[in-house]
């Protein structure tokens, strides 16, 4: 949430700002996980619950987005991850070394 966008810290002032300004649409909201396909996924997990409080507190306070995407190749195999609009892996082109699944498991 921070490379592009707004620190997790920072969101309820981003949330008051956003509400303030009439003129600000919020499209959609998204973040990545930098580590969904490495053996650790204990930072993967804590990004998950970091985007679904984001998500919690922006509800509450009456702000919804169109389009909400958290999830990339690994998060979608390794965590399972239902936070995103509809996603296609790349890995049906590109095998992660790291990604711990047989063929069979892959599902479409």
């Not at 997790?8 to 949330?15: A, I, M, Q, S, V």
């Not at 700002?17 to 600000?24: A, C, D, F, G, W």
Request: proline letters at 2%.
């Amino acid at each position: 949430m921070t490379r592009l966008g707004v620190d997790f810290n920072e969101f309820p002032e981003t949330l008051k700002l956003i509400k303030n300004h009439s003129q600000i649409n919020c499209e959609g909201i998204y973040s990545h996980f930098s580590t969904a396909d490495e053996g650790d996924l204990s930072y993967a997990h804590n990004q998950l619950e970091k985007f679904n409080a984001v998500l919690k507190l922006a509800d509450d306070s009456g702000i919804l987005f169109r389009s909400i995407h958290c999830s990339n190749s690994g998060a979608l195999l390794n965590l399972g991850s239902k936070k995103n609009d509809p996603y296609k892996s790349r890995y049906d082109l590109i095998w992660s070394i790291s990604i711990k699944r047989s063929t069979s498991e892959i599902r479409y």
